[in-house]
């Protein structure tokens, strides 16, 4: 059985990161997607809140999987028999990085090879960032993440009133 890791910090998942984890799983019996503990100072979402998000937006992806870790990739990795793991590359600033851990992963762990995928086009200019600061200021996010990670990113900055389908129910309970 082929498994791979697709760790990350995930805050919050992006249609950059989906589009990877829908073309690696088609690649392998078993994906775990790792949300790192241990990445961040000042997460907008927790570790658990990132959880439950990427089991959301992957429940149509029987072979897909979602776990937070502490501490080394590679420890988890063997944690979770895999032998693979995978990254996303949408630019070459991104490239340097990259190669860089898993060339160290692999000095620490030689079973365990990287694979990296392209990001698609319409995502190459994607990053969680990118959502946490649109979102800070009540901007679109419909491009960058599904609907319901729109929400939550919406109702941890406050905008409550700009959450779809919201003015409705209102107009609904006025009426009623
Ligand atoms: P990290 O903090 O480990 O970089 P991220 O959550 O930012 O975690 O990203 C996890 C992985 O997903 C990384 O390999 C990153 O390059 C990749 N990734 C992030 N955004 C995109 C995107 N828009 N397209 C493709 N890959 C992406």
């Given at each position: 059985m082929r498994t791979a890791v697709y760790p990350g910090s995930?805050?919050?998942?992006?249609f950059g990161h989906l589009d990877i984890i829908e073309r690696s799983s088609k690649m392998v019996d078993r994906l775990i997607v790792g949300v790192l503990?241990?990445?961040?100072?000042?997460?907008?979402?927790?570790v658990e809140e990132r959880v439950t998000m990427l089991e959301e937006v992957t429940s149509?992806?029987?072979?897909v999987t979602v776990t937070s870790f502490h501490g080394l990739l590679v420890d988890f990795a063997r944690q979770c028999g895999a032998g693979l793991v995978v990254r996303g590359l949408r630019a070459i600033t991104d490239f340097e990085y990259e190669l860089q851990m898993s060339q160290t992963n692999r000095i620490m762990c030689p079973q365990l090879d990287t694979i990296f995928l392209t990001t698609d086009l319409r995502y190459a200019y994607l990053s969680s960032h990118t959502v946490r600061e649109v979102g800070r200021f009540g901007g679109d996010l419909s491009a960058f993440v599904p609907p319901v990670i729109v929400e939550q990113v919406l109702k941890k900055f406050g905008?409550?009133?700009?959450?779809?389908g919201k003015q409705e129910l209102e107009d609904k309970d006025e009426q009623d």
């Open positions: 995930f805050d919050p998942v992006t503990d241990n990445g961040l100072k000042n997460p907008l979402f927790s149509h992806l029987p072979n905008h409550t009133d700009l959450i779809e």
